[in-house]
């Protein structure tokens, strides 16, 4: 008969959890921001639409709707609170609500609380109508959803449209992430949470390099290269 193997029922604090992913906020973690246990330029948005991995799916797959989470330090490299050396976390008595459901021998409690009661950025700046206004109109000009055909047009044919209107979108991102700094005085730290992921970075995760010759830009599918 074949040996059984015996299931882990308490976190033995291995660490693995942290680097493998970070947690997204929920309405409980409020409080912490409040309190500035938790602070901006620690946090990253993924917006409506944007690829994304799922780590209990095991695949990337467009981001249902806009939820912050907290920052890595890196690809792999693991949460910005994970202390490696130490196997420890740096805000574990004020962690964060995924981080206390997260028990790697049962996914239950972390199931239920996928997609249920996401901090989004209207949330975090309730009240702050100018900065408001100005993330809503990057969402819009700069949309993953409107993003994606044009991608697929280009990733699969190298259209060249399509080619130019994501590159008119890179622009606007590149244009209102200076907007950010210049007039509402963000530093480049918080720039992931108040406008999400660089559009050139996340083209990058997923394959399409972006080159610039002087002041154009030009779009590169990296697999057709190989
Ligand atoms: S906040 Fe702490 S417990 Fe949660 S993933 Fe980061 S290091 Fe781990």
Redesign the pocket.
Known sequence: MAKTEKKRLVCIRCGE??VRS??ALHGPDLPLLVDKILELQCLITIREGQPVYDNLAGTARPAPGEFVK?ANLGPGAG?V??APERKA?S??KN??LE?RAQKCWDEQEMRALMGRDMLRREHILAGQTELLEFIWKHGRRVSWPRLGPSLRAFWEHGETDAQARVIEVLEADVSARRELRERFGKTTGEEMFFLGAPVQEVLRSIGIRVREVGDRMFLRVLARDR
């Open positions: 959890c942290c970070t947690p907290i949460c609170f994970h976390c805000v574990y962690r964060p981080c």
